[in-house]
């Protein structure tokens, strides 16, 4: 025990000189990490982006034997441990033939014994971790978008289907339920899956879910991606108030904003306020912050315009 504490204190004094050194944090730094980010509790400095689960990827048979893992795997859902058919124990000895016989039925058993929701929360709970950890999304919006992926999986809709789309969706809802302004696009980006997949898992869990669970789907709108834009494009809050103002007395005076993509209104606002200011953008950097063509940009701002 005395061994243990002796080596975590050696790690956290040789990581607080790391960012001491490298990063140019305060005299005293005292590393942890808050919802994601590295941050130094004495100056409050943000060092960086804890991101959960980094792969290693082998490619051949050297690399496959340095980078795989031999630590006990843990599970957040069902066995805590999960016996693996290994020639190896976990200090890297050999077993012999005789135990490896009797940890090749246990593992056996302790597969056969498992159901199919529970493989398949199994594979789709670290997903969403990852999925959580890079967007750096809140506790009470996983927890949430866990809700939704179990009463999925319970209800066997992931059956011939994909995991990864249906988890993506579950976050994309969950962020919708709380109104936070992130994208469609930034989930798929973030979890490297189709578009299409991902709109048709939403559509699903809309019609089959949110019902049984009396949450309610809020689309995204125009003014919650006003603040989001601005701030990526460096804009002051002033301006960026201004374009609330103007994209509010536009929609008063009729401005009709169905079934259009609301990037565009948020985006044309931003441009029309700050078009006049010292923070003036040109078209293509709203259009590419926004991620929409420079077209469509045009013709939002012609309709804020008339209105």
């Known amino acids: ?41 004495n100056c409050g400095m943000v ?39 290994e020639k190896k124990d976990c200090r890297g000895k050999s077993i012999s033939a005789k135990k490896r016989s009797k940890i090749k039925r246990l593992s056996k058993i ?32 996983y927890k949430t978008a866990w809700k939704i992926y179990t009463t999925t999986a319970k209800k066997k809709l992931t059956m ?11 976050v994309y809802i969950a962020i919708r339920i709380y109104e936070i302004p992130r994208l469609l696009d930034e989930i798929v980006d973030a979890i490297l899956v189709s578009r299409r997949t991902v709109i048709r898992s939403i559509g699903m869990l809309i019609r089959e879910i949110l019902p049984e669970l009396n949450l309610k789907y809020k689309p995204i709108k125009p003014e919650q991606l006003i603040f989001k834009f601005g701030n990526d494009l460096n804009i002051p809050i002033q301006i960026q108030k201004k374009a609330f103002n103007l994209l509010k007395n536009s929609s008063e ?27 003036r953008k040109t078209q293509t950097q709203v259009s590419d912050i926004a991620n929409i063509t420079e077209v469509t940009l045009r013709t939002r701002i012609k309709d804020i315009k008339s209105y």
């Open 1 to 41: 025990m005395i061994e243990l504490e002796r080596k975590e204190s050696c790690y956290l004094s040789n990581r607080n000189k790391y960012f001491n050194e490298e990063r140019n944090c305060c005299e005293r730094p005292h590393i942890n990490v808050r919802n994601g980010n590295k941050v130094c509790l």
């Open 253 to 279: 005076n009729g401005l009709s904003k169905n079934g259009k993509d609301p990037k565009g209104f948020a985006a044309s606002a931003i441009y029309l306020a700050a078009k006049t200011t010292e923070y």
């Open 160 to 170: 011939g289907r994909s995991i990864v789309g249906f988890v993506a969706a579950s």
């Open 47 to 85: 060092l960086g982006i804890e991101l959960w689960h980094k792969e290693r990827r082998a490619f051949t048979k050297d690399e496959l034997e340095k980078r795989k893992r031999t630590e006990t795997r843990w599970r957040a859902y069902g066995p805590r441990t999960v016996i693996l058919n």
């Open 110 to 141: 302790q597969q056969s014994l498992t159901t199919g929701i529970e493989r398949n929360l199994w594979e789709a709970k670290p997903k969403m971790k990852l999925l959580i950890s890079k967007l750096n999304i809140p506790d009470f919006v």
